[in-house]
Each structure stands twice: as C-alpha cells, then as structure tokens.
C-alpha cells in the first residue's frame, strides 16, 4: 500500500468539493491569437505549482484562502487551432457556473479568454455590469491583422457586449490612436484609486493582463512593455476593490517559459491570491 503524500495539482487552499464553494477557479490555457511571443497556453498549470510557495494567508487582506471557499476545476481542453470552438467551450461552462449560483476566477491564457466569460456574464447581469481591465495595451482594435478574434482586440468586442461606457481601464501605455481616441470618446482610463468608488454599487468583472506589471517584475509575459506597475501599486488598486460587488475576475497573460527563473509565474501566483481575497 502507497502511503504518500502525493503532489497536489489543484491551487493550495481550494475546497475539493465543486458544490459546497462559492467561486470556482477555470483554467482557460488558450493562446492561439498572440500576436507576439505565444506560449501563455502554459501559464495555468505552473501558475497552480507555484501556488504552493506561498502561504494561504494574505496580510494585505488579513483573509485566509480558506475564508475564499474557493474550488479549482482545473484546465478546460480546447480543439488546438479552433478559436471559436474554444471560445464557445468556454463561454458553455463559464454559464454553468453562474446557472449552479457560483463565481468564476478565470486563469489564462491569452486575453482573448475574457471575451467569453464576459459574453456569459451578461446573460445574468444584462444591467449595470462594469469590466474593470488592468492592462499595458488598450485592446481596442476592430480587429488584428483583418481578424477580429484577436488578443488585440479583446476589449473592443466586450465594449459591444456591455457598451464602452462600463469598461474601466488601468495601467495603460501601449496602443493605436484610434485606440486612444475611444478611451478619450468614452473616459474609461482611470488615474488614481479614489476613481474606483463610483462603481462600488455596479456588478464588477475585474480582468488583469501581468503585463500590467513592469517587465522588471514581469518578463515573462507575451508582450512586454517598459513603464509599468510595480506590485505595491497594483496591490493598492486591490484594496480599494475589497468591498466591491465582484462578480467574476480573471488574471492572463502570462508566458512562463520567458522567464527562466521562475519569478514572473511566483509573482503572478500571488497575484491570483491577492485577487481572491476580493471576491
């Protein structure tokens, strides 16, 4: 007889029980529209192994994991080189969630990923649904190189979905002018932290691309780009979403394998559970 103990695949501090949680982790490993360095496909499941570096105690949020109630699902399997049916499968089990009274944590994968979970989402709060994206880039291209399914343009689709008005932008320093030109029309860039309190009262998806972060932090990523957060600025944003009615959240973009150390998956790690001390 095996004795053990065995090493555990699932994100430390999860409930094993998909029916007794509140919100459930998916894994979406999907990065067939990067339009840079690929490899973010491979995030979910390294994300999960060095989730047991941490501690399930945030001090931040002076919460537990276990006060969470959280269940990792694990990773979908997707049709390799199908973007719609990947799409439509996550979409599918994401609407099952919230059918079953529960909340996603999306971990990606490509930001393409959030597009679905947003078109489900707005099936239950066809009202008042407000996407909250920390980000580099704008993501609001029509389309990328003539595809409209694109990574690029991940937040223009969503704003046809919950109308531009209810995306809120963070952190943004890369994009086209036209892209530029919709955030002005719009007024989705938010400055400062205090801007969040307006929308304490709204359902709140909050979607983070690590490239968010500076490349100092973060180089293992798709697409770095120079002049990012550190990660006491992001934590400060966090806090201030503390109290926030969070309906879903997601964290993406991040490509383990570019950064050989190690470090940009163990930060992104704790960003995941910085983020689920929110919901």
Same mark, same amino acid.
């Given at each position: 007889?095996?004795?053990g103990?065995? #090493? ?5 501090g ?25 490899g ?12 047991? =570096?941490?501690?399930?105690?945030? *001090?931040?949020?002076?919460?537990d ?8 699902? =694990? ?15 996550i979409? /599918?089990?994401?609407e ?19 597009? *679905? ?5 707005? /099936?239950?709060?066809?009202?008042? #649904? ?14 990328? &190189?003539? %595809? ?10 969503? =704003?046809?979905?919950? =109308?531009?008005?209810?995306i ?11 892209? +530029? ?10 400055? +400062? ?16 691309? &690590?490239?968010? #972060?500076? *490349? ?24 201030? #979403? ?10 993406? %973009? ?26």
């Amino acid at each position: 007889m095996l004795h053990g103990p065995f #090493l555990d695949r699932n994100w430390m501090g999860q409930n094993p029980d998909y029916q007794e949680s509140d919100v459930v982790m998916l894994g979406m490993p999907f990065d067939g529209t990067v339009s840079y360095r690929s490899g973010s496909r491979f995030a979910p499941e390294l994300i999960r192994l060095a989730s047991w =570096g941490l501690e399930t105690y945030s *001090p931040l949020f002076d919460k537990d994991l276990e006060d969470v109630n959280f269940h990792d699902a =694990g990773d979908l399997e997707f049709p390799l080189g199908n973007t719609q049916a990947s799409l439509n499968l996550i979409e /599918k089990n994401v609407e099952e969630i919230y059918k079953d009274g529960k909340k996603v944590f999306g971990i990606g994968g490509e930001h393409l990923v959030t597009l *679905p979970v947003i078109k489900a989402l707005s /099936k239950f709060y066809p009202k008042d #649904l407000v996407v909250i994206q920390f980000d580099a880039h704008t993501d609001l291209r029509k389309k990328y &190189l003539g %595809e409209e399914m694109s990574h690029s343009a991940v937040m223009y689709h969503i =704003g046809e979905i919950i =109308g531009f008005d209810n995306i809120k932008q963070i952190g943004i320093r890369s994009g086209m002018k036209e892209e +530029f030109d919709i955030m002005k029309k719009y007024k989705t860039k938010l400055v +400062f932290p205090e801007q969040l309190s307006r929308f304490k009262n709204k359902n709140v998806y909050i979607t983070v691309d &690590l490239d968010v #972060l500076d *490349p100092s932090l973060m180089s293992g990523t798709g697409t770095p780009e120079g002049g990012g957060f550190t990660f006491n600025d992001l934590m400060e944003w966090f806090k201030n #979403l503390e109290d926030f009615n969070i309906v879903g959240a997601d964290v993406v %973009e991040l490509s383990p394998h570019y950064d050989n150390s190690g470090v940009s998956t163990a930060i992104a790690s704790k960003v995941v559970r910085e983020l689920l001390m929110c919901m």
